[in-house]
C-alpha cells in the first residue's frame, strides 16, 4: 500500500513528527494518513473483501469480481482491480482530483516561492508532485513547504471523499450481491459433489458383479444350453 513510501524517512515515530511539521492541520494530517494506509470506502475491492464467503471464491471469478468499470483515454474498460491504489493513482474517474493537487500546489509554489525554490519545483514532473504529496519527503524551506504539503492535502481529502460518495452511490449493494455469488457457487459446488458420488456409487455395480457374489447382491442368473433348447421346443 501507499504507506510504504511514508515510512521511507525512518521509524513511523519520525515520520509523524515530520508530517506534524509539514501538515500543522490535524484534521488534514490524519486524513491525508489514513488515504495513503488504504482508507479509500466504498470500493470493490474494500466491499469483496468483507462480503461472507468471497475467501471461498476461485480465483479467476474474484478477478473479475474485483475489476474498475472505469475506462481508459482510448474508451477501453481498464482491466486493474478497484482498490485504494487504483482510485487515489489510476483511475481515470479521480484524474480531475490529482489535477486539483497539482494545481493547488503549483500555484502556492508561484505565490510563495522565491526564484531558486519555483525553478526547484518547476523540473518535477507531475507524477513526481503527486509522489510528493503524499510522502513526508522533503523539498522546499519549511515555510514554504508547509503550504504546499497542506494545499496538496486538503485537495486529496475533499476530493477523495468526494470520490467515495460517488463510489458508494455506484457500488451500492455490491458487497451482498458478492455474497449471493458466493452462496450460490457454494450450493452449486455441493451438488456437483453429490452428483460425482452418485456417478461413482453406480460405476461401482457392475465391478461388484465382475467380482463374483458379495454380500446383499444375488449372483446373476446362470442358463444351460439344454435350458435354451427346451425353451426354443416350447
Known amino acids: 500500500m501507499l504507506h510504504a513510501n511514508l515510512t521511507e524517512r525512518g521509524s513511523v515515530c519520525q515520520e509523524a ?10 484534521g488534514l494530517r490524519c486524513g491525508l494518513r489514513n488515504l495513503a494506509l488504504g482508507c479509500v470506502t466504498y470500493t470493490r475491492g474494500a466491499m469483496c473483501r468483507r462480503a461472507v464467503g468471497w475467501q471461498h471464491i476461485d480465483t479467476g471469478f474474484q478477478e473479475g469480481l474485483l475489476k474498475c468499470p472505469c475506462r481508459s483515454t482510448a474508451g477501453d474498460l481498464n482491466q486493474q482491480p478497484q482498490d485504494a491504489v487504483h482510485v487515489m493513482l489510476e483511475c481515470n474517474e479521480t484524474d480531475a482530483v490529482r489535477h486539483r493537487v497539482v494545481a493547488e500546489m503549483n500555484m502556492v509554489v508561484g505565490r510563495e516561492g522565491t526564484e531558486e525554490e519555483k525553478s526547484t519545483w ?3 514532473s507531475g507524477q513526481r508532485k503527486l509522489n510528493y504529496s503524499l510522502t513526508t519527503a522533503s523539498l522546499l524551506p519549511t515555510p514554504t ?18 470520490a467515495a460518495d460517488q463510489l458508494h452511490r ?3 449493494g455490491y458487497e451482498h450481491m458478492v455474497e449471493r455469488e ?17 456417478l461413482e456409487e453406480l460405476v461401482a455395480i457392475p465391478i461388484r458383479y465382475a467380482a463374483g457374489p458379495s454380500r446383499g447382491l444375488p449372483p446373476p442368473e446362470q442358463t444351460t444350453g439344454a435350458e435354451v433348447l427346451s425353451t426354443e421346443a416350447l
Do not use: C, F, T, Y
Not at 513528527?17 to 490535524?26: A, C, Y
Not at 504546499?148 to 468526494?162: D, E, I
Not at 458466493?182 to 452418485?198: F, H, P, Q, R, T
Open 17 to 26: 513528527r515530520i508530517r506534524r511539521k509539514q501538515i500543522p492541520s490535524h
Open 122 to 124: 518547476n523540473q518535477l
Open 145 to 162: 513547504e508547509a503550504k504546499v504539503k497542506m494545499a496538496g492535502a486538503r485537495q486529496w481529502v475533499l476530493g477523495m471523499r468526494k
Open 170 to 172: 455506484e457500488n451500492d
Open 182 to 198: 458466493a452462496a450460490l457457487l457454494e450450493v452449486a459446488d455441493n451438488i456437483g459433489a453429490e452428483i460425482e458420488k452418485d
